[in-house]
């Protein structure tokens, strides 16, 4: 998105060369047009200059890295209580396994959705950066409060929970103090991720080249950020949890939540800010309500659909959208009928193409998210049943036990080192034969990440088979070593890499401009649908195949389930979802932003007549 300054500076130079046109057309004097002319290129130089001042003096790299910064401690934070939630509920609340499964799939889900909720307050009344700042104090708020909770109330006797002694919660206060506070942290760090996001590529101008490249790289970059913070927690917290130090991990969550707050802080003379357009649900509403009212009408040519005069949108602060071929019904939403001229306007009758367009984004993008929440079902097993699984495998070498959550540092490595493959490698190669600047599109990467994501079910499949092979009767352990699991972890970083970047760059990019950060929320509502299905998924089977003295495919005892048969029964699910894809990705047509057509004519007429030029 351009920023503010670009945006006016574009529209006046606009509306100063028209203003050329008409004086050169309507007094056939040489010498007025000339004086004219001199006038209006001093403006037009003047702002640019002032323009080019301000984007030099603000975002770009410089800030748009305090804010990978608190991406990185953020997650960190966030990290640091959900990625060992399962044993937790398994050994300091006493759950059973599905049930803990079951139990963090909904609070991740939540974590998910809550970003929807964020998105809708930044793209229409509070603007990015004051959503940042509020959900994260939200997010801090419930670490404290956890912190508290664990250190006053959860834990008894002293030093349980470590696997070996189960603990004894004091009071029913603190399990429910224990439950506010990480519903808080899913509030919290979920309002607050696709809106960091979108702050984070606002510091770059898609009306300069450069900047716009280097707006494509920050996704990259800021997923990358997200998986650094997280090794810390997968590696060392997890290790001081599984000891049974359950408050000094929370503690040292809530001092990086602290102070990733005050890093993001610090830049706020200098972040780019864009303001908010305004509550998106009556724009989409209205547009429906129109095009309901006008049924039996025929919608008319493109080029006779209603459209503002001028270079500005109606929606404040969003660039035009040019008219689109699909979805054609919506276009009688901005077809003029007699009613229309003979009245006021009603937005409730009658909706710019712009207006139209927006909605139809909207629904032309649904088919492509409703298919990447079966890829989630397959990533929230790393938070849930890979952990479950790596706590019934060989995990001792020695003297040193190894938890079974930090197994998702291989993930998180995965994801660092596909990353700079991907970038120093694929792109390249992928530029060379494709043509395309970016390599692979980001429906074809969206595509390799569901075959990836795919394989790693089937690899979990079959280490849980050798797992069940090396089960000692009356043994709760296997034999079999834990790092049989490295492959499914590695497998899932693959897929990350080529998956949740490409959604984030392609919802992010595709969303209109009054939704941007609605566009970056439904890679993370994907999430949390998938940690729903999830559940539900677990359920249905437990409910299926539990029956009569059978205990079920993934019963509290493992070792007498069949969890392999649940990983290829999502992988059967996510290889059907994959037909599915391939057919909405080749139907999906991209936006197209006036803005840019614009900025190619800009350039063309300054070689022309040499506005602009400094």
């Keep these: 998105m351009a920023t503010v300054d670009s945006i006016n500076f574009t529209n006046n130079e606009a509306a100063l060369k028209q203003q050329v046109r008409e004086n050169d057309r309507g007094t056939g004097a040489p010498e007025a047009v000339k004086i004219n002319f001199n006038e209006i290129?001093?403006?037009?130089?003047?702002?640019?200059?002032k323009a080019?001042?301000?984007?030099?003096?603000?975002?770009?790299?410089?800030?748009?890295s305090l804010l990978l910064a608190n991406q990185a401690l953020a997650t960190l934070a966030f990290f640091g209580v959900g990625v060992n939630l399962?044993?937790?509920?398994?050994?300091?609340?006493?759950?059973?396994?599905?049930?803990?499964?079951?139990?963090v799939s909904k609070w991740t889900g939540t974590v998910y959705l809550c970003s929807l909720v964020g998105a809708f307050l930044s793209d229409s009344y509070w603007g990015r950066y004051l959503t940042c700042t509020i959900f994260q104090l939200i997010f801090i708020l419930g670490l404290a409060l956890l912190s508290l909770s664990s250190w006053l109330f959860l834990f008894h006797p002293s030093g349980c929970g470590d696997g070996e002694t189960m603990c004894m919660p004091e009071s029913s206060v603190g399990v429910v103090i224990f439950y506010l506070s990480i519903y808080l942290v899913a509030f919290g760090y979920g309002g607050y991720q696709p809106t960091i996001a979108t702050f984070g590529s606002d510091q770059f101008d898609e009306a300069n080249p450069e900047e716009r490249a280097s707006k494509a790289v920050f996704f990259c970059y800021f997923y990358f950020a997200l998986n650094v913070g997280s090794l810390f927690s997968n590696t060392i917290l997890v290790y001081y949890e599984d000891t049974g130090k359950w408050t000094l991990g929370f503690v040292v969550s809530l001092g990086s939540a602290v102070i990733a707050l005050l890093s993001f802080l610090l830049g706020t003379p200098r972040y780019r800010y864009i303001k908010p357009c305004g509550n998106p649900l009556p724009r989409v509403a209205q547009v429906f309500v129109a095009a309901?009212?006008?049924?039996?009408?025929?919608?008319?040519?493109?080029?006779?659909?209603?459209e503002v005069e001028g270079p500005e949108s109606a929606i404040k602060g969003s660039r035009k959208i040019y008219h689109s071929d699909e979805i054609e019904f919506l276009d009688k939403a901005a077809t003029i009928t007699e009613d229309d001229l003979s009245g006021p306007k009603n937005p409730w009758t009658l909706c710019t193409v712009t207006q139209v367009e927006e909605a139809k984004c909207v629904l032309k993008m649904l088919p492509i998210w409703l298919c990447t929440i079966i890829y989630s079902v397959v990533f929230t097993q790393m938070a849930s049943l890979f952990v479950e699984q790596g706590d019934v495998m060989k995990s001792n070498f020695g003297d040193f036990h190894l938890p079974a959550a930090s197994m998702s540092a291989f993930d998180i490595c995965s994801v660092l080192i596909c990353t700079g493959i991907y970038r120093q490698l694929l792109v390249p190669?992928?530029?060379?034969?494709?043509?395309?600047?970016?390599?692979?599109?980001?429906?074809?990467?969206?595509?390799?990440?569901?075959?990836?994501?795919?394989?790693?079910?089937?690899a979990a499949?079959?280490?849980?088979?050798?797992?069940?092979?090396?089960?000692?009767?009356?043994?709760?352990?296997?034999?079999?070593s834990i790092f049989w699991q490295i492959p499914q972890y590695v497998l899932v970083g693959a897929s990350e890499v080529f998956m949740y970047v490409g959604q984030l760059e392609f919802f992010n990019g595709q969303a209109p401009d009054g939704?941007?950060?609605?566009?970056?929320?439904?890679?993370?509502?994907?999430?949390?649908?998938?940690?729903?299905?999830?559940?539900?998924l677990v359920y249905m089977v437990m409910g299926i195949t539990a029956k009569g003295k059978s205990p079920g495919w993934i019963p509290d005892d493992l070792n007498t389930g069949h969890m392999d048969r649940f990983y290829f029964l999502i992988a059967a699910l996510t290889a059907f979802d994959f037909v599915i894809y391939v057919f909405c990705a080749k139907w999906y047509k991209g936006i197209d932003f006036e803005v840019t057509k614009?900025?190619?004519?800009?350039?063309?007429?300054?070689?022309?007549?040499?506005?602009?030029r400094v």
């Design 515 to 536: 939704i941007k950060s609605f566009g970056s929320s439904l890679c993370m509502a994907s999430i949390s649908l998938g940690n729903y299905v999830s559940s539900m």
């Design 598 to 612: 614009m900025e190619i004519q800009i350039m063309e007429n300054q070689e022309d007549v040499g506005i602009g």
């Design 292 to 306: 309901a009212r006008k049924w039996n009408i025929v919608p008319a040519n493109s080029g006779d659909l209603y």
């Design 429 to 458: 190669l992928a530029r060379k034969i494709s043509g395309n600047p970016k390599g692979l599109s980001e429906l074809k990467r969206m595509g390799i990440g569901l075959i990836i994501g795919m394989l790693s079910m089937i």
């Design 461 to 480: 499949g079959v280490t849980e088979i050798a797992r069940l092979k090396h089960v000692q009767p009356h043994e709760k352990i296997s034999t079999l």
């Design 86 to 103: 399962v044993l937790f509920l398994t050994r300091v609340l006493d759950q059973e396994n599905a049930d803990a499964a079951n139990s």
């Design 52 to 64: 080019s001042l301000i984007r030099k003096s603000t975002g770009g790299w410089k800030f748009a």
């Design 41 to 49: 290129e001093h403006k037009v130089a003047t702002s640019k200059s």
